[in-house]
């Protein structure tokens, strides 16, 4: 009898690790049983290229008349160009570039932004196409509506209705006109600025900036805009400022053209400015793709 508590306990001590091992299996079961967070795949860029790097010397020379007729350390420096001080490298950089000519001053400036989302249930992807949709609404658009693919449905709506109706050849000129402006036409503008322009030539020259407005493009990067700024009102100096944004993946980008005239007399072609900031975007779209 004296050996019984000892069994005893012996039993106590079987049972309670049994016990144990259930609760165990019994935990696995349920951790296992629980949805786990799978983590937002990364972005598709680590690293940014060299900015003041990443325009060719030959589009320079394009976008900054006059610069190729400066002297050999005043044109390399020129070409050079100016980079942006950041504080990491890594997520921003940026770099401008500027030519006084006789005529105009123009000047660039690239600037390219790494987004990374620091939480794991969002993707770079989408932290970045947050900051590119802030960069989009502060311009004052929307991606919802595409601005040129509309119109030129309505411009051929309109002709069909023209064809179909004889008897509206009376308004048909002047819904051409409001289509042709919300179109960027550059023909009909010229007539109908030059009676409200005290001068000719300026209310000529102005017309493609109210025929060019800031739009959404397509076929640029995951989602592009144009923002386009002639002078301010009241200003005297002809500034006209061109911007496009891009996203592609967790990067944006963003390039700014502008042109100041010597003269005030003188008015930015905003068309022209407005193309080549379009181009210049593109070949960086298509360098970051490579």
């Known amino acids: 009898m004296a050996y019984v508590p000892g069994v005893a306990l012996l039993a106590a001590l079987v049972v309670g690790c049994s016990a144990g091992a259930d609760g165990n299996a019994n935990g696995a079961d349920s ?21 003041c790097r990443a325009v060719p010397r030959s589009t320079l020379k394009d976008l900054l008349p006059g610069a190729a007729e400066l002297p050999g350390d005043q ?19 940026g770099c401008s570039w500027k030519s006084d000519a006789p005529s105009a001053t123009r000047s660039l400036s690239v600037d390219f932004e790494r987004v990374v989302s620091y939480d794991p249930a969002v993707s770079d992807d989408d932290r970045a196409d947050t900051v590119y949709a802030k960069k989009e609404k502060a311009a004052g658009l929307s991606s919802s509506a595409t601005p040129g693919p509309p119109d030129e449905k309505k411009d051929k709506k309109g002709e069909e209705s023209e064809t179909s109706e004889g008897s509206g050849k009376a308004e048909d ?17 010229p007539s109908e600025s030059s009676g409200g322009s005290t001068d000719g030539a300026p209310g000529s020259s102005s017309s493609p900036e109210e025929a060019l407005p800031s739009r959404i493009l397509d076929n640029l990067g995951d989602a592009a805009f144009l923002q386009d700024l002639p002078k301010q009102a009241g200003s005297t100096a002809q500034h006209h400022t061109v911007s496009v944004v891009f996203r592609t993946s967790n990067v944006v980008v963003t390039v700014r053209y ?17 193309e080549k900031a379009q181009a210049l975007a593109r070949k960086l779209a298509e360098t970051l793709s490579e």
């Open 173 to 189: 000129p002047a819904d051409a006109d409001s289509d042709s402006d919300a179109t960027g036409s550059a023909e009909p503008s």
């Open 31 to 51: 951790k296992a049983g629980s949805p786990t967070v799978t983590p937002a795949p990364p972005g598709k860029y680590l690293t940014l290229p060299a900015p």
């Open 258 to 274: 502008a042109e100041q005239p010597a003269l005030i007399t003188q008015v930015p072609d905003g068309r022209e400015l407005q």
């Open 75 to 93: 044109q390399d420096k020129v070409f050079r160009g100016s980079a942006a001080v950041t504080y990491d490298t890594d997520r921003k950089v």
